[in-house]
């Protein structure tokens, strides 16, 4: 028997695979390029993209009419038990905004139903308007504040009313059209450069600006500075000493006690 032989035949290797090649584009216009370019800034989600797949006219302008009235696609769907929980978180809010929307007006120093008109006009528009059902709108309490310092080196509200309101008014609309431009531009983006150290700053000077402020009706005083620095607000309160009403500065002491001793005592 003849024996047989196996022989290692060694393997070819396979041939490197071509490199990829990757298409160069063709170079665009310089205005094309620029216009694509603003446009990935300003309207990074493309806001007119639930518009343009629409077909036909009418299509469209639903569409249209839905990015611009948000509440256009949730009220075929309301029911009346989202009416019934609506009526009764309306209440319980309004319970709330009504005196603190006077409480701000008074901080603004202007007339008591301007913070009326406050509290419940801006809610009614963001309810037609707006596409969040979580956020709050509303003025804040450092807002009147500044509002009012920066409206009393033009004006006094006790000398010239009319005047005052007049001011008031023109500052409240620039401001409306200044937010309206920012949000037709979608410049929200902004807010991304907001670094964490100056959000907090703000928020830890607004609480301050708002509790030295309290000073006044803390201590009774009559007379009372409209500036938001400390130096200003001390001097107003130690020029004031012999007209300090003992009265409510004795009650607001206790509540100041009385609150943190009940919260303490609640969570014991």
Known sequence: MVGMQVVDVPKLAAPAPAPARVPVPAAKPFLQTLGTNLKETFFPDDPFRAVAREEGRCRRAAAALRYVFPCLEWLPSYTLGALRSDLIAGVTVASL?????????????????????????????????????????????????????????????????????????TATFFAGVFQAGLGILRLGFVVDFLSHAAIVGFMGGAATVVCLQQLKGLLGLQHFTTST???????????????????????????????????IMHAS
């Open 97 to 169: 905004a009504v005196p603190q929307g006077i409480s701000y007006a008074k901080l603004a120093d202007l007339p008591p139903i301007m913070g009326l008109y406050s509290s419940f006009v801006p809610a009614l528009v963001y309810a037609v308007m707006g596409s969040s059902k979580d956020l709050a709108v509303g003025t804040t309490a450092v807002g009147s504040l500044l509002f009012a310092a920066m409206l009393g080196k033009e004006a006094s509200p006790a000398d010239s009313p009319e005047l005052y309101m007049h001011l008031a008014f």
């Open 229 to 263: 620095d400390v130096v200003d607000v001390m001097r107003a309160v130690f020029s004031q000493t012999h007209m300090v009403d003992t009265f409510p500065s004795s009650f607001d002491a206790c509540k100041v006690f009385l609150l943190p001793s009940c919260s």
